[in-house]
């Protein structure tokens, strides 16, 4: 932009424009209030917006950011790109590239397919995995958010809970039918939807860690728990990977979890991390299981952008740029900030808990006793206090996520400035907060 124009002016006209002046629901600052920021750059840690103003950005673009905004190897992977050609329709060098370091990360992982979007991958997965074993029914979890295809959308977290909408118009009984809703981490419950409808569960879908309802902590065991079963009754455990995948450790949250405990999903789906900010995603797994896709098998999935090379190189560049000290700063900020987030809070006598999974982490108000372990629990927690802490840490130059619903997010490039700014802040929101009436 040339010139400064405040969000109030761009939201004004992107309101006339497009439904809720957005084009992803909790972009419109729904369950916050106020106005949205209008964001035109980002560097490092920090995002500027139309005005001129910085932030400490703790959003990443959702996760994507794991490197920092801008990491100079991924722009110039992408401009070198560009100057190839922005797309061609056509297999190029770099989709098995990124294919391969997917693979040397995720060691189950045997055959990948790219798409663009993660519910594009969740989509796929699902089909997939009811043309491989013939069944119709599909278990997800209250509280998990897998994208917004029809038939995962019932109790999902994510806008959704933001929005406070139990599922979506547009979805037909027959369609929401087809999905058990179950409570998260109970494998009681599980081991009783198999024992009625086993013969006809395609699948398990999970969040490898949820991070959609705020992040919730799989109960030891939990996600183990559902390769068993699945296993035993011939279905398929897709673990989605989509938030946590290459972020909460080189090989995703299954890297912290599963890769030690002996146990692998069939499928994975990943997004975010893999693309380094471009619209890239995939779904991998057991090759016996994704060679039913077209074009060696019977079921169909087809993208004209899919493995589009500009967002191939990003995704390269950032999967290479993520070494170990990467994840080892993000760790150390994570614990650092979530450590001085609850110091603050407790000072001004807020109850919370911290919820954690990885290097991922969000604060649930009015849940220090029991903490948050499915979606009952977040939903029941005291949400109006986020309102006024996420403002003033707004206020004050810190970026969050704009719903108590998501994880907060670092990244490589936040180093001690970027820290010092949000420490800062939290004495402020932390007052906000305690004074927060229902």
């Known amino acids: 932009m040339t010139q400064t124009v405040s969000s109030e002016e761009l939201f004004d006209r992107a309101r006339s424009l ?8 909790v972009r419109a600052f729904g369950s916050v209030g106020g106005t949205p920021r209008f964001l035109v750059s980002a560097k490092g840690p920090y995002v500027t917006d139309s005005e001129g103003r910085e932030y ?14 801008s990491h100079p190897d991924v722009l110039a992977a992408v401009h070198s790109a560009v100057d190839r050609g922005l797309s061609f329709g056509a297999s190029t060098p770099a989709e098995a590239e990124l ?3 997917v693979m040397d990360r995720v060691k189950p992982v045997e055959r990948l397919r790219m798409v663009s979007t993660g519910t594009e991958a969740t989509m796929t997965a699902v089909r997939l995995a009811r043309g491989f074993t013939g069944r119709n029914l599909v278990i997800k979890f209250a509280g998990c958010y897998h994208g917004h295809l029809d038939g995962l959308l019932a109790s999902a977290g994510s806008g959704v809970a933001t929005l406070a909408l139990p599922g979506s118009a547009g979805v037909t009984a027959a369609t929401a039918a087809e999905t058990l809703v179950l409570p998260y981490n109970d494998v009681a419950a599980v081991e009783a939807a198999f024992a009625e409808h086993g013969a006809n569960i395609a699948a398990v879908i999970t969040e490898a860690a949820p991070a959609n309802m705020g992040v919730v902590t799989p109960a030891e065991g939990f996600n183990a ?3 068993r079963i699945t296993t035993s009754h011939g279905a398929l455990l897709i673990l989605d990977e989509v938030l946590t995948g290459f972020r909460t450790s080189p090989a995703g949250y299954w890297g912290l979890t599963g890769e030690k405990e002996g146990w692998a999903p069939d499928l994975y789906t990943f997004g975010k991390v893999i693309g380094g900010g471009m619209p890239v995603a995939a779904l991998g797994g057991r090759a016996d299981v994704m060679e039913y896709l077209a074009p060696l098998g019977p079921v169909y999935q087809a993208g004209t952008l899919s493995g589009n090379p500009i967002a191939m190189a990003a995704g390269v560049a950032t999967l290479t ?12 900020r994570s614990a650092q900030l979530s450590q001085a987030v609850s110091e603050a809070l407790s000072a001004e006598g807020v109850n919370h808990s911290v919820q954690r999974a990885g290097n991922l982490f969000s604060i649930a108000f009015g849940t220090a006793e029991h903490g948050v372990h499915d979606y009952a629990d977040a939903l029941a927690q005291e949400a109006f206090r986020f309102k006024p802490f ?5 206020d004050s130059g810190i970026y969050l996520p704009p719903s108590v619903f998501e994880a907060w997010f670092l990244s490589g490039a936040h180093d001690d400035a970027a820290m010092d700014r949000i420490l800062a802040a939290l004495p402020a929101a932390a007052k906000a907060a305690a004074a927060a009436q229902p």
């Not at 996420?390 to 707004?394: E, G, V």
Request: hydrophobic share 50%.
């Open 18 to 25: 497009m439904p809720g002046g957005v084009n992803s629901p």
């Open 99 to 101: 294919a391969a370091l």
């Open 321 to 332: 740029a993520a070494t170990p000290e990467v994840y080892a700063n993000i760790d150390a």
């Open 225 to 227: 728990a559902l390769s």
């Open 56 to 69: 400490v950005d703790l959003v990443c673009s959702w996760g994507p950011a794991l490197v920092g905004h």
């Open 390 to 394: 996420f403002h003033s840490m707004l």
